[in-house]
């Protein structure tokens, strides 16, 4: 998969960035950029989210405890493999810009939630790969709060016979930072044009895929549970 900042900034409402995931390419069977010995060089992202599940907490945290019957189908299209009990392996796809292009693959843990039911995601190495070139630090949090059913409906346009009793509110934080060695015909280029556009590639990169597996989540969630998901209106 080969993107630039115009297509990704065309599609912002698309989620083709992650749909045609290939397998990590045999460095042997390519000839391999030659990287800058200079430092790496840093990106970072916050995004927000609330996915919302209409069921009460109880019945949520229980699903979302169960990541290993889910989360590898509702990650599809991109490839994951188990890493242990709490862990995945995720090959996310190829992205880039300038002409320089990165496989993104990082290890994430689904840390259990603490004695205050904050959950937490974050990076844990893969074994026996280097990722290639770049870093990836992955911090998120997330709590589950009761939201009101009548308010939620109203602001969605759902209809008040269609509106569920409970809905509980899966409200996240991520902190993401990527860093990236990038190869001398890179280096030579502005670094606030090189800082600006890698800030931003990272940006709908996140958006993107974390909206696209909310979505896939709260499917499945409705759907193994029979609890109708109201079409909302806007």
Not at 159 to 166: D, G, W
Not at 194 to 205: H, P
Request: aromatic residues 10%.
């Amino acid at each position: 998969m080969q993107y630039n900042m115009a297509e990704l900034q065309a599609s912002r409402a698309s989620y083709n960035l992650i749909d045609d995931s290939t397998a990590l390419p045999n460095p042997e069977d390519e000839t391999q950029t030659v990287l800058d010995s200079q430092e790496l060089m840093w990106f970072h992202s916050q995004f927000e989210d609330c996915m919302e599940m209409f069921a009460d907490m109880d019945t949520v945290a229980e699903y979302l405890g169960q990541h290993s019957g889910w989360f590898c189908r509702c990650a599809l299209p991109m490839k994951t493999e188990p890493l242990g009990n709490n862990a995945y392996d995720l090959l996310i796809g190829r992205f880039g810009a300038f002409g320089y292009l990165v496989e993104a693959r990082i290890g994430l843990e689904l840390v259990p939630p603490d004695a205050e039911g904050v959950y937490r995601i974050r990076t844990v190495p893969i074994p026996n790969y280097t990722a290639p070139g770049y870093e990836v630090d992955f911090q998120s949090t997330m709590t589950l709060v009761e939201l009101p059913p009548a308010e939620f409906c109203a602001e969605r346009g759902i209809k008040l016979s269609e509106c569920p009793t409970q809905i509980t509110g899966a409200k996240w934080h991520l902190d993401l930072a990527v860093g990236v060695q990038f190869p001398k015909f890179i280096r030579s280029k502005s670094q606030s044009l090189i800082q600006k556009t890698g800030d931003t590639l990272l940006k709908n990169i996140v958006k993107q895929v974390s909206r696209r597996l909310s979505a896939k989540t709260q499917q499945d969630f409705h759907s193994t549970l029979g609890i109708p998901f109201p079409k909302q209106q806007r």
